[in-house]
């Protein structure tokens, strides 16, 4: 049995699959996708991944909103995952502020460069400071 913190790179992993896939006009089945990663269904997996399809262009806007200078095309894939899924975590789910930007930030640190790291960083915290707070 996995726990969070690697459920979180199955997400990864699925979200980064899915860029190519549809960047290449493969056609997949997000399922599968997921099957191919995980032996076990997951509803932490599968919840988080379908949450993150269907709000895809908000999640986008509001990165695009804190990465000076940057917009998320311009990140790698696997950044872009990464980003999506720390977003995500901080704005639509119950999951704790701090572990949702901690989490992204592991990931970044196993996947991405230092400076990327430190952007995603960046970005998580001004979206908890800026958007969180409000609510």
Same mark, same amino acid.
Not at 31 to 36: G, M, R, S, W, Y
């Given at each position: 049995?996995?726990? %969070?913190?690697?459920? %979180?790179?199955?997400?990864?992993?699925?979200?980064?699959?899915?860029?190519?896939?549809?960047?290449? +006009?493969?056609?997949?089945?997000?399922?599968?996708?997921?099957?191919?990663?995980?032996?076990?269904?997951?509803?932490?997996? +599968?919840? &988080?991944?379908?949450?993150?399809?269907? +709000?895809?262009?908000?999640?986008?806007?509001?990165? +695009?909103?804190?990465?000076?200078?940057? &917009?998320?095309? %311009?990140?790698?894939?696997?950044?872009?995952?990464?980003?999506?899924?720390?977003?995500?975590?901080?704005?639509?789910?119950?999951?704790?502020?701090?572990?949702?930007?901690?989490?992204?930030?592991?990931?970044?640190?196993?996947?991405?460069?230092?400076?990327?790291?430190?952007?995603?960083?960046?970005?998580?915290?001004?979206?908890?400071?800026?958007?969180?707070?409000?609510?």
């Amino acid at each position: 049995m996995k726990n %969070r913190s690697e459920l %979180r790179e199955v997400i990864m992993k699925v979200l980064y699959q899915i860029e190519i896939f549809e960047g290449t +006009n493969i056609e997949y089945h997000v399922e599968d996708l997921i099957k191919e990663q995980l032996e076990v269904e997951n509803e932490f997996v +599968n919840d &988080t991944i379908s949450g993150i399809i269907k +709000n895809q262009n908000e999640i986008i806007d509001l990165d +695009n909103k804190y990465l000076n200078e940057w &917009t998320m095309d %311009r990140l790698n894939k696997v950044d872009q995952a990464i980003l999506l899924l720390g977003t995500y975590e901080l704005m639509y789910t119950d999951t704790p502020s701090v572990v949702a930007i901690n989490e992204a930030i592991e990931l970044s640190k196993k996947y991405s460069e230092e400076a990327v790291t430190k952007m995603i960083n960046g970005v998580l915290d001004k979206i908890y400071h800026e958007e969180k707070k409000d609510e």
